[in-house]
């Protein structure tokens, strides 16, 4: 029996979030039984459940803001060695997502090879780029990228991008990476699930095919201000559904000032939604989905629309273009380029946009359902 340790997601069941959904993923649709799974849960409170035979380990930590993370991490990660060595645990592999406590990474290593343990680490993606964290920050986090990455006995990346990057950026250390992406499941259709959808698209005044979609977290990095204004310069007549924790704060008047998009009646921001059934239905009834993620690796939203909607536009960066490859139509910055791409996809028949949706599926099943991404992963989890 091999014990998995896994540290840096907000636990399980899922509510939110791609590190959380995967780790739901993995435990719930487990194959091999010679696997027995640990995973940390940040709580109000310390305590022990079990979630799809997954022993869960819930630990208190304090709103300290940013550190808030680290703190949890490392908290953690000093519960597993405990854990390994009350239990006698033989083999253990730790398996920590994400970068955030890379200066302590050298001291916690070594106490978890000194019980026999190995260590795995997910990248994610480039944490250090995002316009959100001040530049105190976004330094922390680069630099705790590179111990992550030194002491790490393997990395494991779910983009090729990301992986390309580890070895060229990180070569003096050797790093061992191994390459499995995110996964995404099959959606479903049911009547209530229409019927919810039907009052979804009333309360916004949609309809079947009459809007654009985005889903996606509201920071500057995800091009909200490109999309947004090439949107608008447009001719087209359907609606921009824009699905988004959106906050009316310094990024949402900045966008206001230089798109004027509360002029235009087609842009909608339609807040959050939680519900996988009908959020997989708004993607499927979606004329189109518009993707402007430029950091991070492979993105749980855009997989999920490549699996739903027939045609995603998608910004042109290595980490998109690796996922969609030619299931997907691509668009870059340069003012006018998604303004043109998106009258072409007005004006595109529906056995056009049959072919490229079936492209974006039949890749979407092959490499990235969850089925193959949790072989990959036993497989490696096994073969340590």
């Not at 910055?333 to 072409?344: A, C, N, W, Y």
């Amino acid at each position: 029996m091999r014990d998995i340790f896994i540290i840096g997601s907000k636990g399980i069941p899922a509510r939110y979030g791609g590190f959380e959904t995967f780790v739901d993923k993995l435990t719930a649709g487990q194959q091999s039984r010679e696997l027995r799974y640990h995973v940390a849960c940040m709580d109000q409170r310390d305590g022990l459940t079990e979630c799809h035979g997954a022993e869960c380990f819930h630990l208190k930590v304090p709103p300290i803001g940013p550190a808030k993370a680290v703190y949890y991490d490392l908290r953690a990660f000093f519960w597993c060695l405990r854990y390994i060595r009350k239990h006698k645990i033989v083999k253990p592999l730790v398996y920590v997502l994400a970068c955030r406590i890379g200066p302590f990474a050298g001291y916690l290593a070594r106490r978890l090879h000194r019980l026999g343990g190995t260590l795995l680490v997910n990248p994610d993606g480039h944490e250090w780029m995002r316009a959100k964290w001040n530049v105190c920050i976004r330094k922390y986090w680069k630099i705790s990228e590179r111990f992550m990455v030194k002491h790490a006995d393997l990395l494991v990346c779910d983009s090729k991008n990301i992986q390309k990057y580890i070895r060229e950026e990180y070569g003096k250390y050797h790093p061992k990476t191994v390459f499995i992406a995110y996964g995404t499941s099959k959606g479903r259709e049911t009547e209530a699930g229409r019927e919810r959808l039907l009052a979804w698209h009333q309360r916004f005044g949609l309809k079947a095919g009459g809007y654009y979609l985005v889903v996606g977290r509201f920071v500057p990095e995800n091009n909200y201000q490109t999309m947004i204004r090439e949107f608008c310069r447009s001719r087209t007549q359907k609606k921009l559904v824009l699905i988004t924790n959106v906050e009316k704060n310094g990024f949402y008047e900045q966008l206001e000032r230089e798109t004027h998009f509360s002029e235009d009646k087609r842009i909608c921001f339609a807040g959050t939604v939680y519900d996988d059934e009908l959020l997989w239905l708004i993607r499927r009834y979606a004329y189109a989905y518009l993707h402007g993620h430029e950091v991070g690796g492979t993105n749980p939203s855009l997989l999920e629309a490549l699996s739903a909607t027939e045609v995603s536009l998608l910004y042109d960066v290595g980490f998109n273009r690796e996922v969609g490859e030619d299931g997907a139509l691509y668009w870059e910055k340069r003012p006018g380029d998604l303004q043109r791409l998106i009258e072409e996809v007005d004006g595109m028949s529906e056995t056009e946009r049959e072919k490229l949706g079936k492209k974006a599926k039949a890749r979407m099943e092959e490499l990235y359902s969850w089925e193959a991404i949790i072989s990959r992963y036993e497989r490696v989890f096994l073969g340590i």
